[in-house]
Every structure is written in structure tokens, then in C-alpha cells.
């Protein structure tokens, strides 16, 4: 056993006079809350282990993920042991079945390049390096790419998320919990309706997304979903990032997305997208502008906060909402149980379903504004 913790305490030596930076915060001798946590090839067990994840045959189509072309999104995860924490055995299989390669590797390599934007995107014996390129050995030699760092696993040294409450996807995220702008938040904290999101969007699914007539007003990597009024069909599904068949782009909840240039940018102003597991994505996190629930707290005379933003109040005989004004009607909503009277309109406020209590619309619809569409 000594000797092995010695040859153990030499190997680490190695990896930091090479440079990669190993980070004392993130050695995981026998625990583990997400699946990124774990090398490459394992999962995070129930009761925290990471362990060697069973074959699976794979294929390159996505997984329905997001607020996709048919109406679906990601089922909330069932439990903290299982769907939540098992994104390396899901994936496992499907990196494998990509193991082709591009058709444009770079003249002189021995080998195609298969590219990557996490660690999930390589087998279990290569790293996602920097360059964005499955590289074999592990991160003591292969410095990891954006957004993750060099740990030691129960498995070994392995890229894990920089930010451990970091996600890519629902799917890595717990039980009662959403990834929204690549943090696990919780459902508490989603949007249920557009007055809660930037101009020029609405709440679907949780989600603050862009409101489009057009494949053109969507970011790139997603298409309009004419019939609802709202971005996010895919583009190109994928389940790794070299389905994209594209240096450029990279596979973040099974679509295609733009491969964030250096340092994580993906422009500037207020369209600026996140770059999240590498590729770049639009935002969907609520503005919040007040964080006294069910009180006036810091919204002006006559106006009370509800989910982090300033509704007019109004009595519950459907008075006191100017006529004139973009919200006349005066609408019961529903917070914590609380009953409350303000001001929306007939396509806002609504009341058939509310992500952040688990109220799902059936039917394969989509819940916009309150509303199952």
C-alpha cells in the first residue's frame, strides 16, 4: 500500500511539472455528485462512487434534449441515483460509435482527429484537449479543454467541470433541479411566463427562448417552431460533438452549436449567447429585478414581486388594470400556494401549467406563458 501511495504521490509530481494544473479541490477518492465528475468511461454510482460504465452499442442521433422540433423536452430527472448522474454511461456508447473520425483531419496525422467539447466526447483512454481534438493519454500530459480542469477521480486523473454545480444539459443536473445557462438551478428559480424573460422572448418549458416567425430570427444551431411561435428545433441533432462533422461546431444537448472562440466568447451586446460545454448557446435565465416573493419589497407603489419580477397589482374583480396599458387584465396567479391578483394579458399568466411546481402540460405540448400549447 505504501508503495503504491508513493508511486502515486511521483505520478501527480509529473503532472505538475508538465504544467496541467491539478486543483487539491478536486480529488474524489470515493465520492462524486455528477457524472462529469468521473473519468471518462464511468459514472457517478449511487452513494456518490464513480465507477466503470457498461458497453452500450451507441448511435449519432439526439436525444430529444431541449425544446426540440416535436414539442418534447428532458423528462426531470426521477431520482439523485439514477437518469441525474449517469451522463458518462449514456454517453459512453455513443462517443464510441463516432470513433470514424472527421474526414478533414489535418495532413500528417496518423489518424482522423475526432473532435470534442467535453470530456464525454472521447473514449475513455483520450482526453478532450485544448484544441478541441480527442488526444490520447489523460490530463497530466493533455492539458483539459475550456471549462474543465485536471482531478483526480477514485479512478484516476481525469478533465471534470471547473464549476461543479456546472451542466450541460438537464440530464446532469439532480432530481428537482434544471440546467439553465450551464447551471444546475432550481426549478423554483425557472420562468413562467415572458414578463420574467428579456424582450422579445418567451417562457417555454422553463426556458426563457427567443419568440420568432422565422428560422433567420433564431441563434445559430436552431430553427423556428413556426406553429408555437418560438426558437428551438434543432438545426442538426447530435449525441457527440464529431456527429457535427465540423471543427467549428459542437454538440451542447444534443444540438449543433457554434464552437466558442477564445477565452469562451460568443460576441458581445444583448443577443450574446453562453458558451457552455465549449459551443455557444442562447441564454435562458430570468431577468430578475426584485427578490422579495409575495411583497412590494423593491418594485415601485403599487406593484408586488413574483418570481423575481415587479407584476401591478390589481383587485381580484378584475379592477384596477389600466385599459390602455400592455397588461389590462387582471389575472389570479398562483405562487407557494399564495393567491395573487395582477395585471397580464390573455396570452400571459396562465394557468394550465407551471414548471416550477412540476405542473407539466400532457400531450406532447409545450408550456408557453402558462399556457399548454
Not at 472562440?261 to 431577468?287: E, F, K, M, W, Y
Not at 396567479?333 to 402540460?361: F, H, N, R
Request: charged share 15%; with cysteine; glycine share 14%.
Amino acid at each position: 500500500m505504501r508503495r503504491f501511495l508513493g508511486a502515486l504521490g511521483l505520478f501527480l509530481s509529473a503532472g505538475f511539472v508538465s504544467g496541467c494544473p491539478v486543483y487539491s479541490s478536486n480529488v474524489y477518492p470515493a465520492e462524486c455528485i455528477y457524472a462529469t465528475d468521473c473519468p471518462t468511461g464511468h459514472r457517478c454510482a449511487p452513494g456518490g462512487v464513480c465507477v466503470q460504465a457498461p458497453p452500450h452499442g451507441g448511435g449519432t442521433t439526439g436525444d430529444g434534449g431541449g425544446i426540440d422540433a416535436g414539442g418534447n423536452n428532458d423528462a426531470a430527472p426521477t431520482s439523485d441515483a439514477d437518469a441525474a448522474r449517469t451522463d458518462g454511461d449514456a454517453e459512453g456508447g455513443a462517443r464510441d460509435a463516432s470513433r470514424e473520425g472527421s474526414t478533414d483531419a489535418p495532413a500528417g496525422d496518423a489518424s482522423p482527429v475526432v473532435f470534442c467539447g467535453n470530456p464525454n466526447d472521447c473514449a475513455a483512454a483520450e482526453t478532450c484537449a485544448a484544441d478541441g481534438a480527442c488526444r490520447a493519454g489523460n490530463c497530466l500530459t493533455t492539458p483539459c479543454i475550456n471549462q474543465f480542469q485536471c482531478g483526480i477521480t477514485s479512478s484516476g486523473p481525469a478533465c471534470v467541470r471547473a464549476d461543479t454545480k456546472g451542466c450541460g444539459a438537464d440530464r446532469h443536473c439532480i432530481s428537482g433541479e434544471r440546467c439553465i445557462d450551464g447551471d444546475c438551478t432550481s426549478v423554483a428559480e425557472l420562468c413562467t411566463d415572458r414578463s420574467q424573460c428579456g424582450a422579445g422572448k418567451v417562457c417555454a418549458d422553463g426556458h426563457c427562448v427567443t419568440s420568432c416567425t422565422a428560422d433567420g430570427q433564431c441563434a445559430p444551431g436552431f430553427l423556428c417552431r413556426t406553429a408555437l411561435g418560438v426558437c428551438g428545433a434543432k438545426a442538426k441533432s447530435c449525441t457527440v460533438t464529431n456527429d457535427c462533422g465540423d471543427a467549428g461546431q459542437v454538440c451542447v444537448d444534443s444540438a449543433c452549436v457554434p464552437r466558442c472562440a477564445a477565452a469562451g466568447a460568443c460576441g458581445t451586446g444583448v443577443g450574446a449567447g453562453l458558451c457552455i460545454d465549449n459551443g455557444c448557446v442562447p441564454r435562458s435565465a430570468i431577468v430578475s429585478e426584485c427578490d422579495a416573493q409575495g411583497t412590494q419589497g423593491t418594485c415601485a407603489a403599487g406593484s408586488i414581486c413574483l418570481h423575481h419580477h415587479c407584476y401591478a397589482t390589481c383587485a381580484q374583480d378584475a379592477g384596477g388594470c389600466n385599459a390602455q396599458s400592455s397588461t389590462p387584465v387582471c389575472k389570479q396567479v398562483t405562487v407557494a400556494t399564495m393567491i395573487y391578483a395582477v395585471c397580464g394579458t390573455t396570452e400571459t399568466l396562465g394557468t394550465e401549467c407551471d414548471p416550477t411546481v412540476s405542473k407539466a402540460c400532457t400531450d406532447s405540448k409545450t408550456c408557453i406563458d402558462g399556457f399548454c400549447r
